[in-house]
Nanobody, 126 residues
Framework: VQLQASGGGLVQAGGSLRLSCAAS????????MGWFRQAPGKERVFVAA????????YYADSVKGRFTISRDNAKNTVYLQMNSLKPEDTAVYYC????????????????????WGQGTQVTVSS
């Protein structure tokens, strides 16, 4: 499956952005989806994930209550709504797809994901 992330940009602290990740090539509902981010000089870390149906979502503690992941299987797209952004949210954000059998805590690990998008830059100014 091919993944194309978009929606990044420059925003002031306290602002909002919505990232999108469009999938193509295979049946989108066969995959759980996740968002990861990588700040300069740091490792890629888990942000949020959603199971294949959209019925279960998972979040890193650092974004819980501020970010919301959702998906539209009819549009083959997963979204990440980011509110109350902080300078520490600055990073390149990547979407990824995992086999639909993956669920729970496994979706917070990068090893669970088979396909990755190219990343979109999010910069939050103070």
């Amino acid at each position: 499956v091919q993944l194309q992330a978009s929606g990044g940009g420059l925003v002031q602290a306290g602002g909002s952005l919505r990232l999108s990740c469009a999938a193509s090539g295979r049946t989108f509902s066969n995959y759980a989806m996740g968002w990861f981010r990588q700040a300069p000089g740091k490792e890629r870390v888990f942000v949020a994930a959603i199971n294949w149906s959209g019925g279960s979502t998972y979040y890193a503690d650092s974004v819980k209550g501020r970010f919301t992941i959702s998906r539209d299987n009819a549009k083959n797209t997963v979204y990440l709504q980011m509110n109350s952004l902080k300078p520490e949210d600055t990073a390149v954000y990547y979407c990824a797809a995992a086999d639909r059998v993956m669920y729970g805590s496994s979706l917070s690990s990068s090893w669970a994901y088979t396909y990755w998008g190219q990343g979109t830059q999010v910069t939050v100014s103070s």
